[in-house]
């Protein structure tokens, strides 16, 4: 009769000898793949836009120069936002940008899609009245659960209440989100800025400040917020 019991020894044998290199192999894979993701997805971006920017102005170039120009998405993509940053700090740029922005303003239907187009990125600057000027937290989508957003507006809702504006950005995508209004009294303003919390929202949570501070929103002796625009 065969030793069962020293052939299953064997196999157990085995099994644990294999499994040494691969969690070996496995630990360094996950790490090795958590480093490199940041940048393969930098990379798929940035390869989008260059591709898209190639396709779109290669032909016109082609019509011009008789012949396709290697690397031109990539001098376009750096290329025109340094020429506009340029243009942008000398005074005659100056003039010139403001002038073709009140045209585009004044464009029908285009104008409606460049004036929220640039609010909203005023507002991710945290520039100008629009921007995003105050980090603040309220409980949201329930009582006992508390979310991270942007003040961007106090109103005045019928005669006398004043109202929170709240915008609560969506990791790690904070252009999608929800906006809420909300008394003041339930809004509860951070010690973070505005820095903080994109990087927080872009990066899931992982990069977040280790210790947020909240205290209810500063309040001027007329009863407005202080730093937010007020309607």
Same mark, same amino acid.
């Given at each position: $009769?065969?030793? /069962?019991?020293?052939? /299953?020894?064997?196999?157990?044998? +085995? @099994? ?5 290199? #691969?969690?070996? $192999? ?17 990379? &798929? %971006? ?20 008789? @012949? ?7 001098? &376009? ?11 942008? +700090?000398?005074? &005659?740029?100056? =003039?010139? #940008? ?6 585009? %303003?004044?464009? !029908? ?6 004036? %929220? ?16 000027? =105050? ?7 329930? @009582?006992? &659960? ?10 005045? *809702?019928?005669?006398?209440? =004043? ?5 609560? !950005?969506?990791?790690?995508? !904070? ?6 209004? *909300? ?8 010690? $973070?800025?505005?820095?903080?919390? #994109?990087?927080?929202? +872009? ?11 909240? @205290? ?16």
């Amino acid at each position: $009769m065969a030793d /069962d019991s020293g052939e /299953d020894g064997g196999r157990r044998g +085995l @099994r644990a000898n294999w499994r040494v290199p #691969m969690e070996f $192999m496995r630990t360094r894979f996950l790490v090795g793949l958590g480093f490199l993701a940041p940048f393969i997805i930098t990379w &798929i %971006v940035l390869d989008f836009l260059i591709d898209f920017l190639r396709d779109v102005t290669q032909p016109a170039f082609f019509d011009v120069f008789g @012949r396709s120009i290697p690397g031109l998405g990539v001098a &376009i993509l750096i290329g025109v936002p340094l020429i506009f940053g340029a243009l942008a +700090l000398h005074f &005659i740029g100056v =003039k010139a #940008m403001a002038t073709l922005e009140a045209t585009a %303003v004044r464009v !029908p239907l285009i104008g409606a899609i460049f004036t %929220v187009s640039h609010q909203i990125v005023s507002a991710m600057g945290g520039g100008g009245q629009s921007g995003f000027r =105050k980090v603040v937290t309220i409980e949201y989508p329930r @009582r006992g &659960i508390w979310s991270l957003g942007f003040l961007t507006r106090v109103i005045t *809702l019928g005669d006398q209440e =004043k109202i929170a504006l709240v915008y609560i !950005p969506t990791a790690p995508t !904070p252009n999608s989100g929800n906006m809420l209004l *909300l008394p003041i009294s339930e809004v509860m303003e951070t010690d $973070m800025s505005v820095n903080e919390l #994109m990087r927080t929202v +872009l990066s899931a949570g992982v990069s977040s400040p280790d210790h947020i501070v909240r @205290r209810p929103l500063s309040l001027t002796s007329e009863g407005e917020v202080e730093g937010v625009n007020v309607e």
